[in-house]
């Protein structure tokens, strides 16, 4: 017995561990499931885990001849299950989507988290080198395959009374200019109440500046438009 309550509490803060470590590494950058969240995640896992692998043994060892057990069961259950939490962690933003990616390492963290309770140690150590790798130096690689220019700002002042935000993104996308990140503000010139956007763009090859202006000021509430505006 205690030989066992060792194996489980090393199993334990290995598993918090790992799982903390890519937790730091999200919460490094702001996202909204951090270090508790992927440490937590991982050692419930975990915990699971060895309650598949020692949490019925007596009874086991009483009704051998009656019960036919798969352990494997509790843990497809996590892996299953833990989607809930990852798809808290994705928000939209207009035509843009953020989180996935931590979405996705909730999920790896809760794989870890249940090999480590099965004891496969090198499985769950490598697992998480290879998630920090990821993470931390492979980040910008997907840009290299993107047929489009660097990310450009573009600034729009809009009539609150007519907003047509929505409209704008549409239109966007249909000269397929890629929305990634939209901030907003309301400001008061003294003659109307304007809603000013500052929208994180990439434009695709071949777009010109003048036509994407020309396109957008047929929206009635756009007052102003600039790409790439100076910050005051």
């Known amino acids: 017995m205690e030989y066992e309550s060792i194996t489980i509490l090393i199993r334990?803060?290995?598993?918090?561990?790992?799982?903390?470590?890519?937790?730091i590494e999200r919460e490094s950058k702001g996202h909204p499931a951090g270090f508790r969240t992927h440490m937590l995640?991982?050692?419930g896992s975990c915990l699971v885990m060895l309650l598949a692998l020692f949490g019925f043994q007596d009874y086991l060892n009483q009704n051998g001849d009656l019960v036919a057990y798969d352990p494997s069961r509790l843990a497809s259950y996590v892996i299953s299950g833990i989607g809930f939490l990852g798809a808290g962690?994705?928000?939209v933003q207009g035509a843009s989507i953020r989180g996935l990616t931590t979405a996705a390492s909730i999920w790896i963290v809760a794989a870890i988290g249940l090999t480590i309770g099965a004891g496969m140690f090198f499985a769950g150590?490598?697992?998480?080198?290879?998630v920090l790798t990821s993470?931390?130096?492979?980040?910008?690689?997907?840009?290299?395959?993107?047929?489009?220019?660097?990310?450009?700002?573009?600034?729009?002042?809009m009539d609150?009374?007519?907003?047509?935000?929505?409209?704008?993104?549409?239109?966007?996308?249909s000269m397929k200019v890629q929305v990634q990140k939209i901030k907003g503000k309301e400001f008061d010139n003294d003659e109307a109440l304007l809603l000013h956007y500052y929208i994180?763009?990439?434009?695709?090859?071949g777009?010109?500046?003048?036509?994407?202006?020309?396109?957008?000021?047929?929206?009635?509430?756009?007052?102003?438009?600039e790409l790439n505006p100076s910050y005051d």
């Open 200 to 205: 994180k763009i990439q434009l695709p090859d």
């Open 160 to 173: 609150k009374k007519a907003n047509e935000l929505g409209e704008t993104i549409q239109r966007l996308e």
């Open 135 to 157: 993470l931390i130096f492979l980040s910008h690689v997907d840009k290299w395959f993107k047929n489009v220019s660097d990310t450009d700002v573009l600034f729009i002042a």
């Open 12 to 23: 334990l803060i290995l598993a918090a561990f790992l799982a903390g470590v890519i937790g």
């Open 41 to 43: 995640v991982g050692t």
């Open 89 to 91: 962690t994705i928000i």
């Open 125 to 130: 150590i490598a697992a998480t080198v290879l």
């Open 207 to 225: 777009i010109a500046e003048t036509e994407l202006y020309q396109s957008l000021y047929k929206i009635e509430s756009i007052k102003e438009i």
